[in-house]
């Protein structure tokens, strides 16, 4: 009779990611890859200032990949734009509707064609904030103008201004 096989056990977790997981240094889409993966694991484990704190390095590692391969105006903001919809995404989860929209709607302005699942998550996003006088056709017009000249403070204002004709 063969005795019975025994279970592996689990490999303990490293703490330091092996040689070959690190990005080189000066490689910028490596470095804003891992700060991106941490980023999801701290959404995960609902540690969300860390998360955003990783997004942000995520966001400055992008920039200097653009800057150093001669990226141009659009591309740019479409790349660096794009820690905006996990940063909506955060946003709504701590209940900040209002926020949350401001990063979906810059997000969807610097993205050079979103998915079709973005947009549609743009329009509960927008319902999440209850405007009662501004419709999702409002949001559409805005919407096509913010995507020829995406600006964030322009968003902030808008979602500022739809909140302030409430009361």
């Known amino acids: 009779m063969r005795p019975t096989p025994r279970a592996k056990p689990a490999p303990a977790p490293r703490e330091e990611p092996h ?6 240094p000066g490689d910028h889409l490596g470095l804003a890859a891992t700060a991106g993966h941490a980023a999801k694991q701290a959404i995960k484990e609902k540690r969300f200032d ?20 001669g990226f141009t105006g659009p591309q740019t ?21 209002d926020q949350a929209l401001v990063h979906m709607m810059y997000y969807m302005a610097t ?26 056709a409002k949001l ?18 808008i979602v500022a201004q739809w909140r302030a004709d409430e009361g």
């Open 19 to 24: 040689w070959s997981e690190k990005p080189l």
């Open 111 to 136: 993205a050079r064609r979103p998915p079709k699942a973005d947009q549609q998550k743009l329009g509960a996003y927008f319902r999440r904030c209850k405007f009662g006088l501004a419709d999702e």
């Open 140 to 157: 559409k017009l805005v919407m096509s103008a913010l995507k020829r000249d995406p600006v964030f403070d322009a968003a902030r204002g």
């Open 77 to 97: 903001l479409a790349l660096a734009g794009s820690i905006h919809k996990p940063m909506a995404n955060i946003l709504r989860m701590e209940g900040r509707h």
């Open 50 to 69: 860390d998360a955003w704190r990783h997004l942000h390095e995520q966001q400055e590692h992008y920039l200097a990949h653009a800057a150093k391969s």
